[in-house]
């Protein structure tokens, strides 16, 4: 994994690009994608070759930084946040191919960004001679507009008797993106509908997936453990930094008007001098650093895990996704709580607050975190029952 120095050059680069995406954010949410400005800023700092193989000049970063690099950035915007952190991790995902597939991708460009959709699919599988041939879409494709390369799932693989989910490397050039991400948050994740018209895809960029899933994939860089820890774990942490980071920044922005803004139909000088705005906010900043807590607690756990290489225990990978949900959840109750004490104003669209209440709105309600699935997980597992009998994402 990347050194210390690397850690701590990492997370001081994404705390002046988050300067940047807060500059962008309005022009972000409006347009449904990032601006070429916000892309670029977290490109050229390297910030898109977190888990980019060291051998093709990534990074080969630890689950710490990962975390920590899309708090930074959610502070500025949660938008340009999540889809460095989907990009980051379809590179995690592209690593675990063949060195061909691998050399396709990275070979003279080591900032190639590669989107990950794990939807479940219903594409078209024909199997041919060298590969197969798919016909399909995928949809909430988060980063498609920013990325060179698609990891999507098909329902098979190329051998006859592979009728298990397998991951392909698709060109997003070869793709078309259709225009559905019409939605009330989040809108600058741009996560559009990617579609396959019988695509020839090569065997060497075919791979099953459940391996990855378990960590057990043997690839090209196997000297780093990194590639075989806890991907559900990892991929949880990508997704709640951005979400840590808005709700730090909303906490802030509430905390430094505190004393300029008034209390409507009151006879206090300022909210800060408001009882029920100290409750307000004394609550917020406790389920924010709660959040933090328990986002930390996954982090040490996946690296830890990692760098030991031994690949959590089902009730530990269990548990991760509780808690992801448990940090997502306490992230969107504090900025509720926040925007009350803060009041009306925050709703205005030049303000802030609005966006961030409406991307956590919708970012915590992933299906990742959402509709009751990771409860269900966890309690399987704590039964000692297959939590995979309720979903693969273990």
């Not at 093709?56 to 689950?63: I, L, V, W």
């Amino acid at each position: 994994m990347e050194s210390d120095l690397d850690h701590e050059a990492l997370i001081a680069k994404s705390t002046e690009v988050a300067k940047i995406l807060a500059e962008e954010a309005h022009a972000a949410d409006e347009q449904r994608r990032l601006t070429d400005r916000a892309v670029s800023a977290i490109t050229e700092a390297g910030l898109m070759r977190l888990y980019t193989p060291q051998h093709y000049g990534g990074y080969g970063a630890r689950p710490s930084t990962l975390f920590e690099v899309c708090v930074e950035l959610g502070r500025g915007c949660c938008s340009a946040s999540w889809v460095a952190s989907v990009l980051n991790m379809g590179n995690y995902m592209a690593a675990q191919f063949p060195e061909r597939a691998q050399d396709e991708v990275w070979s003279g460009n080591p900032d190639a960004r590669s989107a990950l959709v794990i939807v479940a699919s219903r594409a078209n599988v024909e199997r041919v001679d060298g590969g197969v041939v798919v016909s399909g879409e995928w949809s909430f494709a988060s980063g498609c507009l920013h990325a060179e390369w698609i990891a999507a799932l098909i329902p098979k693989g190329v051998d006859p008797d592979d009728d298990t989910t397998n991951l392909v490397l698709m060109r997003a050039d070869e793709l078309k993106v259709r225009d559905t991400w019409h939605i009330a948050g989040m809108r600058g994740t741009g996560s559009n509908t990617v579609a396959a018209e019988r695509l020839f895809i090569p065997r060497h960029r075919v791979t099953p997936y459940a391996p990855i899933v378990m960590g057990k994939v043997r690839s090209a860089h196997a000297a780093n453990p990194l590639y075989r820890s806890s991907y559900s774990g990892l991929l949880s942490l990508g997704l709640l930094g951005p979400q840590l980071g808005a709700a730090e920044a909303a906490l802030r922005h509430v905390r430094e008007q505190a004393h300029e803004r008034r209390v409507a139909s009151s006879t206090f000088k300022s909210q800060a001098q408001s009882p029920a705005f100290q409750t307000d906010l004394a609550e917020a900043a406790l389920m924010v650093d709660g959040a933090r807590l328990h986002a930390l607690r996954i982090v040490d756990a996946v690296e830890q895990h990692a760098q030991a290489d031994v690949m959590p225990d089902e009730l530990t990978r269990s548990r991760f996704r509780m808690e992801s949900t448990r940090v997502a959840r306490m992230c969107r109750e504090a900025v509720d709580r926040l925007i009350t004490a803060y009041g009306t104003a925050a709703f205005m669209e030049t303000n802030p607050l609005q966006l961030i209440w409406r991307d956590l709105h919708v970012a915590s309600r992933h299906a990742g975190f959402g509709m009751g699935i990771p409860q269900l997980v966890y309690g399987r597992a704590l039964v000692g029952l297959d939590p995979r009998e309720i979903s693969y994402l273990v």
